[in-house]
């Protein structure tokens, strides 16, 4: 990020930890000080929350709002815009308003025709039944699944051939890289016989012709030779398998019955996955040969109905069709993947002497390639740059007709439709991949990931389905050929008015032989192999007691809840301790807008001050850095540990002053306990002993969550050479001591085993040994990930089972204070 000045945080319209939509907007107006109307935007993806901002403020927004469950991309300043957008979205509702507007105006005229046809129709009824009495019984022939209309998306010729030009310039690129070094290798060595021939052979010409030699071979191994032949299976990919023919040979059948119904590419190899994507990914000769391979996400074929699947299906053979097209569609395409996967390699050590990362004996010679691949790495980004510049045109075109290819199953009608359940699936198939890392972090997996999929998609709530279709107003990506339709194309679709070849529906999972079996096998596969398979419903189902306990906790804190544990002692003054529970209730009505400033500034203040302890550490282990990105002036260790001591105490002043505003919700909760009858306040005093038990965890948290932030610095910003690595190693021992004093201070007391937290600990934030940092920038992130992650949980499973203990005891005061018909603390009206 060195070298920009300005950034953008851009929502990305997802949620994290499987939060709902609407209490992340809830959160969102309560972080902004907005309208919850208003708050609703920020959930959609491309809008633009914060511009021009700083490195430091934007790492400092984005970890903010990841706290509360919103998804969020750092990206250069004017990247996206929100009138763009807003200028879709308006789009999108007037296109929905027409729709809805035809649709009325069709049921009009069907029942005005429906009444005008009722009489005869009666009339009718006993001459159709005396006939169908006396027909004879014939046995009932199927109708076939696709009718035999013409192919309505025709191949244009020129189209194709004006395209080829363009998409050939990066492959030119890289043959005369070929070429040259080839010809130069050729060359140097041609030097020693031509002086040999001539009488004028010395070591001097022998050596600058191998040196000259192996120099080309050099660069044709570094810069050519990664293009043209490195493995397409190097970069880890999600979990896939071959479909074997005698087990679904239905599956095979149908799908070439959909050729020769259509003219689309023949499938020779059925390759399934647990995600869903639906795509082709073929080589030169299966192009050639119009024989492609399909991709075949079986979360698509559990969640949608088998339309919609069989349309992803034509869309994705629909790309290659035609050997002109099928050659421009694979050059456009794979051409972009060669270069994104050249960029991946040289930024995970990768080589083509070694693949897989492990060079065994010419290691040597593997690393200086690596070494000079980190070199290359601009020059690859601006070939991708231009490869997408002058294949534009070429790519929409073949967005387009693959789109009609979907449209000719199911028909220009029914395309709006498929988008949205394309859109909806899309966003499942994310929120699921996200609980599947936050998972794979603390050894767990899910059992079956299509019927999460599934699952995940048929339980949006309505906010994110308004959210989603809002969502298909950005364009989609070209090139990127699983990206849901948007606004304009679904349009463009809908003019050619074409009519739906299917005849009937048919259901895909039956026509396999055993299809929970197998999605739970390709599900296990996916799984890394020290993960425990878990039911699906313990990943993606937050428990009711939480949610129920969220609601009481917002209602007694009027939204504005303790970040950490309610401190359990009234405040020292003897003036406010002299305060009643109603007095109380209205002092703490007076606070509400310091307290919600104060709470927003604590999570600021914890980042800078973290920050800034980073940047000093850094320094301190003379490591090179930008003193802006850790909130500093200079490089100075004194400077740095000066202002180091300064963010401390702002962060120790406002938490403070949350500690006395907290420590008047106790004094309330206590005068509502002592106004309870006898039995209700024996009760209430054992529910706070309970609250008692967890303040033995309260240091442990507050370093598990400084731990936290200092993980996420750490990778957001490690560097490809691992140059802190030493201090980023002394974290990760830090962090996992203090995991195992948590868990041997939940061990110690009865009262939180009792509460079954001990458990829940060991299920989302297992006990592991402690990781050393791999050499490996890519798996040294994974590393720094999975140790934030378990901090995480073990701060989210504490703070979950405390509120509800919290929630019971509050729920109490509430009924007691409603029955003393006391003036309650009002909800905070949005400013």
Known sequence: MAGQDFYQVVSTGRMLHAKKPESVTRAVAELFSIPEAQARRLLLKGWVIKDRLSSAQAVEYRTGLHKIGLRVEVCPAGKFDNQRLIAKIKVAQRRKAKAIQKERSKNTAAVDGATESLSPAMKN??????????????????????????????????????????????????ICAVTLCLYGAGLALWQIPAAV???????????????GATFCIFLLLLLAFPYFYFPRDARARSAEISLEHPESKDVFALFEQLSSATGLPKIHTIIIRPDARVFSMPRFSEVMRQELPLHLGLASVASLDGRGTLALVARGLGIYQGKLNGLLAWLVLDGVRRLEQMQWALENERSVLSSTGEPGLLKPLHQILVTCGHFLLPLIERLENLHRAVTRGSAQYLESRADLWAADLIGSAAFAEFA????????????????SREAAAVGQCFENIPAAVAWTGENLDEETRKAIELAMGPASDPWDISEAADLQRIEAVQQRSLSARMQREICLRTLFADFPRLARDISVISCAPDCQVVENRRLLCASREAEEAQQVLAVYFNRLPPLTLLPLRRPASPEMQAMGLQASIDWLRGKLIELRELREQRESRRTQMVTVQLGAALIRAKVRIQPQDYLLTSVNLATAQEVAAVKRSEFEEVEQQLQHIYAVFYQRLCLAVVAMPARERQQARTLLSHLAAYDVLASHLERLAGYSVSLTLFAHRLSQDLAERELVQKYLALSARE??????????????????????????????????????HQEALAVVGTADARCKYASAVIMEHYQIQLAALLQCCLRREEQLELSPLRLLQAV
Request: net charge positive; with cysteine; charged share 20%.
């Open 420 to 435: 949205e359940n394309w859109h909806r699936l899309v966003h499942a198939d994310l929120v699921v991949a996200e609980t």
């Open 125 to 174: 009824i006993d001459s159709r039944r005396s006939k169908a009495s006396i027909r004879p019984k014939t046995s009932t022939k199927t109708e076939p699944l696709f009718s035999d209309i013409k192919t309505p998306v025709t191949s244009m010729g020129w189209r194709a051939l004006l395209g080829l030009l363009p998409a050939l310039v990066i492959p030119a690129v890289f």
């Open 739 to 776: 995991l195992d004093a948590t868990f041997a201070t939940v061990e110690s007391s009865e009262l939180l085993k009792a509460q079954g937290l001990d458990s829940a600990l060991c299920i989302k934030a297992k006990r592991e040994p402690l990781q050393q940092l791999p050499q490996r």
């Open 197 to 211: 021939w001539q009488g004028e052979l010395s070591g001097g010409i022998v050596f600058a012709g191998l040196g």
